[in-house]
């Protein structure tokens, strides 16, 4: 269980699996967030539809609503929301150092608001683990402190220790709970500065022997340039047999760059969220929908896609959809953006095995980037 | 095209089929509305898994949005909308009789005022049957004068020797353009006054041989009382050939009332807006999936259904998707009341052909009202 192997590599690139208790996946992977337990506007079957493997969701959300309690009495987390393919749970790190001007961080954990009624939580790397366990995914991450993007190296370096500390005691709990049913991950932090992740990937090593790997801290405000130095400095110090999970990414650029840069798994609310707003991926660059010109436009958004969306409905339709309000309309491009990125994965995948990565990634980016 | 065979009564309820250029359907039969030409929330897919035959559109919405000619230059309504079984249109009579003082009533039409743009429009009968002609639905509807529910004998006299001027006048119009993929239906209107409706129904006969009939001007705002003492005193007077179309119902216990009243087909919007509201239909009566009761319940809302909601998920789910103000919740409430209504329609069909419907519905309504 939670075995990686890879199958083939292409310069940087690599393509693989991962057994979980829930499925065996192929990897690169774009993991759909599903934050309180639904990946907003699709049912399972939709994601199922779209070859979504692993769903992404957030303790921190379903902590506070509708409680880790509740998820476990109504069967746990795959239950609850109908998936019975591997879930990954991030750690409410992220999100509870998110909270703006409402939180306390100590030793012990993290103080602080419940955005749904106010109240005070208290967040600690035993009661993630625990949480996290609670809900059962295939996958936990170790509680983590996150800074901004242009942290300087001193709140760096002291959100690295904490990090570091907070992972003993994580996997200290997680070893008492687990069962072989769920994994734990650690997250390395860092900041944007090379010496504290390459010195946190090591100590990282030396506490356990992990399943896998996240990289935390990246893709949350720093210039694009700056995560892509990270990434190529951190490369070749990273342990080939782990699974390499770089948190919060995102648009089709920035997968394309990531595995060009080793990665394996990704997560993001862009397709999503994008989607609601009428804007949709193509092989051709973004588009969006609302705009005039797509009024008559009897062509399917994307040509090339496979997905109920562009298999069934034209611009000028989906434009109607999005002028009117009708709520199809987000649904209908939110599907259409988690299938351009499970595609745009497999289509890694497949430029990897056939060893020609780098050629396939300058010309997808060409296309891509031409109508910009 | 357009036959309607009965094949099977029991006391006034009746069971048939209904040939139309882009399928057959079986009667009694629910149609769900797509007012701008999604039913909201759900895909066409999402309609074939709960069973919908025939779709209604709104005439009046999709001429001031996105316009006919947008419709037809994107493949006419079916192609628009990704529907390829068959579509009724209305007429945009009770739309353009529902706008609150910006309308002016003449002999010619209706001039009224468009609530997207607040441009000045025009509709006559021969205009509602362009209108409709170029959407291309299987079924257009009689351009009609609407007066509410309350309406005295004179006004509604008024409004019904209107709607019998005005058919003629559609009824012109549909036979210079209709090629046989189109059949026009006349309204009967009268308001609650039996002998007005009486009166039109025989007037109505007069004018042509019609392929089918709607009911309007009831379920808008009238006693219940009212509406079924209508129904009672014309279904003996209603031609057995044709099928008749009640307007705007309904909601459960109305479907099994008129159905008793030998009524065929409905439409409402009743199951995808109470879902969107968190209230759903189930045999046992209706229920709020917001309630704190439903907090933990493992249970699917309605145990008796094969739809992908109750298949797939707890009440606890449902309703943690309504208290986290999912959009998920909304379509998979919209897509139970669908299916419930259509189920229903089929339940009725069958107990009409097994020759026991009063029995049936005596019974379904003990169940349905014993928990209001």
């Excluded at 295939?138 to 220790?161: C, K, S, Y």
């Excluded at 904490?162 to 008492?176: D, G, I, K, M, S």
Aim: aromatic residues 8%.
């Amino acid at each position: 269980m939670f075995e990686f192997t890879i199958e083939a590599t292409s310069s940087a690139a690599r393509t693989g699996t991962l057994v979980l208790p829930h499925g065996t996946i192929e990897t690169p992977a774009f993991m759909p967030v599903g934050t309180q337990g639904t990946v907003r506007t699709l049912s399972p079957a939709d994601l199922k539809s779209v070859g979504a493997q692993l769903v992404l969701a957030n303790t921190y959300h379903l902590h506070v609503r509708p409680g880790e309690g509740v998820v476990q009495r109504l069967g746990g987390l795959h239950r609850f929301m109908g998936w019975d393919r591997p879930l990954l749970t991030d750690s409410g790190g992220f999100q509870v150092f998110s909270l703006e001007g409402s939180r306390r961080v100590d030793e012990d954990g993290v103080e602080f608001q419940s955005h749904v009624d106010g109240s005070r939580r208290h967040l600690t790397p035993e009661r993630a683990t625990e949480i996290q366990w609670t809900l059962g995914a295939d996958i936990a991450m170790a509680f983590d402190h996150v800074v901004p993007g242009g942290a300087d190296e001193a709140t760096a370096r002291d959100a690295l220790e904490r990090t570091l500390r907070w992972l003993e005691r994580c996997a200290a709990r997680h070893r008492e709970l687990a069962d072989g049913r769920q994994t734990l991950w650690p997250i390395l932090q860092g900041g944007t500065h090379l010496g504290l992740r390459e010195e946190g990937l090591r100590r990282i090593g030396d506490l356990a022997s992990w399943t896998g790997l996240a990289i935390g801290g990246l893709s949350v405000g720093e210039p694009k340039p700056v995560m892509y130095q990270m990434l190529e400095g951190l490369e070749p110090r990273l342990p080939p047999a782990w699974p390499r999970y770089l948190m919060g990414v995102g648009f089709p650029e920035d997968l394309v760059a990531a595995v060009e840069r080793g990665m394996d798994l990704f997560d993001c609310v862009a397709p999503t969220r994008n989607g609601r707003n009428g804007s949709a991926f193509t092989p051709d660059g973004p588009v969006n929908i609302r705009n005039a010109e797509h009024r008559e436009d009897p062509r399917p958004l994307d040509a090339t896609c496979d997905c109920e969306t562009c298999g069934t409905f034209s611009r000028g339709y989906l434009r109607h959809l999005f002028v009117a309000e009708e709520l199809l309309g987000l649904r209908l491009l939110s599907l259409h953006n988690v299938r351009f990125l499970i595609r745009l994965a497999r289509e890694m995948g497949a430029a990897t095995r056939a060893g020609t990565f780098p050629r396939w990634a300058a010309e997808w980016r060409r296309r891509y980037t031409r109508s910009d």
